[in-house]
């Protein structure tokens, strides 16, 4: 069992979480990052635990752009420390935050970051829902980039259908336990591009809610899968653990 994206450095006591996530069957997770701190962070955890963590690193798109500063350390860091990093991410377009209306400033910075994916041959790990899925699937075909993982995707079916028919992956977390919204999107992915995750530590609602998030809740992801698409558990599971050791080349 793989989380497939968890902002693992904003959990406050790490190495208790993993023992706990580790007897409970978890194998590992993406941990991604939110700014250059972050990616620090995450790099720093990736060494102390390499065989459970696949570590990425990136601008969350609903945070002010990076400074010029910033992104020129961020790169050097990445040309550094490329033999502990699996992905870009997490980056995108900003939908919720205030930023959303500044949309056209993000379009390049996501253009750049897509190009180092490239440069680099890593995957990227997109934050790109409602209208800014359609315009995210455009600049990766644009730039022919060969890997990407939409998370938490929110996307009218049409969307999903054109990101899947790309050879895009798409995760879904506990909430397809209990949203209509998020089981319509699981019966259109196909199982070999599905991957589950939580955004830990953020929390959910339905049976989940007063519950600490953690990769320990995908084991009713799962479940869950299981009934919707009507296959067994173990395929279920078989099936998302291989597309996040084929996306991101982890163990």
Known sequence: MYDAHIHLDQYPDVDRSIAQWQEAGV??????????RSSYDTL??????????????????????????????????????????????????????????????YLPFLEDMMMLANAYELPIILHAVHSGAPIALDLLQ?????????????????????????????????????????????KIVPLSQLLVETDGPWPFDGPFKNRPTSPILLKESILTLSRLLGKPICEVESYVASNVRELFFCK
């Not at 990445?78 to 500044?102: C, H, M, N, Q, W």
């Open 27 to 36: 194998k590992g997770v993406v941990a991604v990052s939110t700014n250059l």
């Open 44 to 105: 720093l955890l990736k060494q102390k635990y390499p065989d459970f963590i696949t570590a990425a690193i990136g601008f969350h798109p609903e945070e002010a752009l990076p400074s010029v500063q910033d992104v020129t350390e961020w790169k050097s860091l990445l040309l550094k420390e490329r033999s502990l990093i699996s992905a870009i991410g997490e980056v995108g377009l900003p939908y919720y935050s205030a930023f959303s209306g500044d949309l056209p400033s």
């Open 142 to 186: 644009k730039h022919g980039v060969k890997s990407a993982h939409f998370h938490w995707l929110k996307a009218s079916s049409a969307v999903v259908k054109q990101i899947v028919a790309a050879g895009y992956y798409v995760s879904v977390t506990p909430e397809v336990c209990y949203r209509e919204r998020d089981q319509l999107l699981a």
